[in-house]
């Protein structure tokens, strides 16, 4: 069977030096010119795995977001290679924290106000 070749590679398969397919399945999320992206993705998570884990999605919108968490897990891990993600998920905890602190003393207060009156 004929395969038919895109004239310009998507990220993935130019970065991986083999020729992009029509059938190609990284082409939707790494398209060319987005080399920086998939560089990041493919070396947190490789190549197969993010392969793998697309043709494990079932629609197009789970392989979208999943996609675009694993830029995002890759850019996290980039800007800090030890804690990655987790100190960003640690820092939105913490805010909630003082938040739902600010917000109980808020109430107190409106409950102290509402008894002087």
Partial sequence: MDQFYHEVACAACSRLRRRCINACIMRPYFPPGDDLNFINVHFTFTNNNVE??????????????????????????????????????????????????????????????????
């Fill in 52 to 117: 793998r884990w697309i043709t494990l999605r079932e629609t197009e919108e789970q392989k979208r977001d999943l996609v675009r968490a694993l830029k995002w897990e890759a850019g996290q891990r980039l800007f800090n290679p030890i804690e990655g993600s987790y100190a960003v998920c640690m820092r939105q905890r913490q805010r909630i924290t003082e938040l739902n602190a600010q917000v109980q003393f808020l109430l107190m207060m409106v409950d102290h106000f509402n008894q002087q009156q």
